[in-house]
């Protein structure tokens, strides 16, 4: 066996549909399939959505977008950070972006009007809070006139994004946000001569404030099995899988790996596992990680290197070529993260292209 990513479709679904019952029959779903679809296979999971009836899909950049084009994805592509440098790939694509400061609105505004572009459909970003991308309250007005006074846009959707909507304590911030949102469009709506698709909820937000749903929903980690440990139950649909290439005797008071990082205080059985930072097993690791080999939990030893890690043995009746679980639907992705204070999205973005992924279907 080899070190392979198990993608499980069937989960993706249980996944969705169980978001969909959540909110109401006429709210649209929007699937973020960025950074390949968190770390797992952008193509394989927006067909599966596709098939399920998703809405919109999101993704990070405009090359993404084109990867979704060019296999055949038909459906609405918001591109959440469009660049200025990416125009050709957007428009001769057809993806839609999302406009989130002056200087990418007004250069795109300049290359619509050189291609002689009208009524190109964008997503008209506000700022409420996250301070990251998009306009602040007191840019609104200035931004909204910028785009109406132009042939060349028309604005798709409105929208915002929730920063802190899985903590509790903070409510009252995120109240805020969604207060500061509907403010924003109830001063813009009156001044459109159509509706757009209004949109702030992320999975947290879903679950925790059915006030922020809006006309549509954007599902990110929640699609692909995790909740932040909220109330919900989703499966996981990442699964890490190794093998145990060889096991070495390592005596009392001798080291393993580089810079002599773990010097054993017994005698150990050490197992080399094909996997390593260049897979996207960080050296964040190399203190408080582990995998789970026979059920058994056993602790990442020394530091992680760029094609393997090693672990102990010495808890676990293991040969080699026995299985191993970087993280699995039991041993989440979620649980392997905290291990060393770090978030799945991290951890699942992480994995490289050469892990080898496998389509459950």
């Known amino acids: 066996m080899k ?11 249980y996944n969705f549909n ?65 660049q200025t440098g990416s125009f050709d790939e957007i428009t001769s694509f057809n993806l839609e972006p999302s406009i989130y400061s002056f200087h990418f609105l007004s250069k795109f505004i300049a290359y619509a009007h050189e291609k002689n572009i009208l009524d190109y459909p964008i997503h008209f970003k506000i700022n409420s809070g996250l301070n990251r991308i998009g306009f602040k309250e007191s840019d609104i007005e200035k931004a909204f006139q910028l785009v109406s006074n132009s042939d060349r846009l028309f604005i798709k959707s409105i929208y915002s994004h929730l920063s802190a909507s899985e903590d509790l304590n903070e409510k009252e911030f995120t109240l805020h946000q969604i207060k500061s949102f509907k403010k924003a469009i109830k001063n813009i709506l009156p001044k459109l001569n159509h509706k757009p698709i209004l949109h702030m909820s992320n999975t947290s937000g879903i679950i925790n404030y059915p006030e922020s749903e809006f006309d549509m929903i954007r599902c990110g980690i929640g699609l ?15 699964k890490l899988l190794s093998t145990i290439s060889l096991i070495i005797d390592v005596s009392k008071g001798e080291s393993v790996g580089y810079n002599r990082a773990y010097v054993a205080k017994e005698n150990t059985r050490v197992g080399i596992i ?18 789970i080999i026979n059920e058994i939990k056993c602790d990442i030893i020394g530091n992680v290197c760029m094609d393997v890690i090693m ?47 496998k389509i459950i279907s």
Not at 283 to 289: A, D, E, I, Q, T
Not at 345 to 357: A, D, G, K, P
């Open 3 to 13: 070190t392979v990513l198990e993608i499980n479709l069937q989960s993706l679904e």
């Open 18 to 82: 169980k978001i969909k019952s959540l909110v109401k029959p006429t709210t649209k779903t929007m699937a973020v399939v960025k950074a390949n679809g968190y770390g797992s296979d952008m193509i394989a999971v927006a067909k599966k959505l596709n098939k399920l009836g998703v809405d919109y899909f999101s993704v990070a950049y405009a090359s993404e977008g084109v990867r979704l084009r060019n296999a055949g994805i038909k459906t609405p592509i918001l591109v959440l950070i469009p």
């Open 224 to 238: 692909y099995g995790f909740s932040n440990n909220l109330s919900i139950s989703l499966k996981p649909v990442h």
């Open 274 to 291: 094909p996997l390593g930072h260049a897979d996207g097993i960080s050296r964040s690791f190399n203190k408080g990680g582990y995998v």
């Open 311 to 357: 672990v102990n043995l010495n808890k676990v009746d293991a040969v080699e070529g026995d299985q191993v679980v970087i993280f699995d639907e039991k041993n989440t992705a979620e649980d392997f993260a905290a291990s060393v204070g770090t978030i799945s999205y991290e951890v699942l973005t992480n994995l490289s292209s050469r892990i080898e992924r």
